[in-house]
């Protein structure tokens, strides 16, 4: 077996499409133009280049992007009271907060600082508490673009067993819930879980969000299983015949082992992280509709 992979830089170039669609009408009949803000806090090279990405895209989509980048001494009162600036300003439909921020800032504090409405992330306890109670959210962008993958390839999910290897409060545990609101039976995985092997080998379908390169080998896959790998990780790898050394990007899957036994896999590089810039232009859309009485 040989598995179909699942590419996810045309799912969300057709959402991309979608979005500037919707924000095409909104301001020719309406005059309403959505805004995002991003804010990043210091100079971490990985955030920038999210950073620069979100702001292309949202130009692509005919957004308008209010992104600022502080420098790394900004204290949480001055980022908490830029948060309800924008907070304030109705130009502004959507805030994120690029993570991870400086240690001396608490960025649960700074999650809970941004409006509900606004918050394009999904992180606020008002989603998240929505989100577990089946109604209508802003939902955190990687899960929902997995979901929307999964979609592709299995529209009738009910009854598959799930496993979600991770348990973390952007990925893990909101990818878990929309799983099993489409009436997978779900298991959460962690660090502590025993024999972690065998549970993948159980899964249906498998999503992996831990960090760890490589960390799922192929042999944990049973076969036929759709695998989505969120992971996104940075590793050295001896180039020019082995006399110097270049970086590579590779998932928490071991990919080349895992798609002789899966069914569907998606690649690191452009598998999920694509989705997830395009799920955040859809929840910008859908912040601002919530905000101007369109929903």
Excluded at 105 to 126: C, E, R, Y
Excluded at 235 to 254: F, H, M, P, R
Aim: charged content about 20%.
């Amino acid at each position: 077996m040989t598995a179909r992979i699942l590419d996810g830089k045309e799912l969300a170039k057709n959402i991309r499409q979608e979005v500037a669609a919707h924000a095409a009408d909104m301001k020719k009949f309406h005059n309403i133009v959505p805004g995002l803000a991003v804010l990043l806090v210091g100079d971490n090279p990985a955030s920038q280049s999210y950073v620069r990405s979100k702001a292309r895209v949202c130009e692509e989509v005919g957004f308008r992007s209010y992104s600022q980048n502080l420098p790394s001494l900004t204290t949480q009162e001055e980022l908490l009271a830029l948060i309800a600036d924008l907070n304030a300003n109705p130009q502004v439909h959507g805030i994120l907060v690029q993570l991870p921020l400086p240690p001396h800032i608490n960025p649960l504090s700074i999650i809970n600082a941004i409006d509900p409405l606004k918050d394009v992330d999904g992180f606020h306890p008002v989603n998240t508490g929505r989100l577990m109670a089946g109604l209508m959210c802003l939902a955190p962008c990687t899960p929902r673009g997995c979901m929307l993958m999964l979609g592709e390839v299995l529209p009738d999910m009910r009854g598959l067993k799930a496993v979600m290897v991770g348990r973390s409060n952007i990925v893990g545990k909101p990818m878990a819930i929309m799983l099993l609101q489409a009436d997978c039976t779900v298991t959460i995985a962690h660090s502590k879980t025993r024999d972690l092997p065998a549970l993948c080998r159980e899964a249906d379908i498998l999503v992996a969000a831990i960090g760890k390169p490589r960390f799922i080998r192929g042999d944990w896959i049973k076969p036929g299983a759709v695998v989505l790998d969120v992971g996104v990780n940075r590793i050295e790898t001896n180039g020019n015949g082995g006399t110097g050394s270049k970086s590579q990007l590779v998932g928490d899957v071991a990919f080349d082992e895992a798609a002789l036994r899966a069914s569907v896999i998606t690649p690191v590089p452009g598998g999920v992280g694509p989705m997830t810039i395009a799920c955040l232009m859809r929840n910008t859309l859908q912040a601002t509709m919530l905000q101007t009485g369109w929903l």
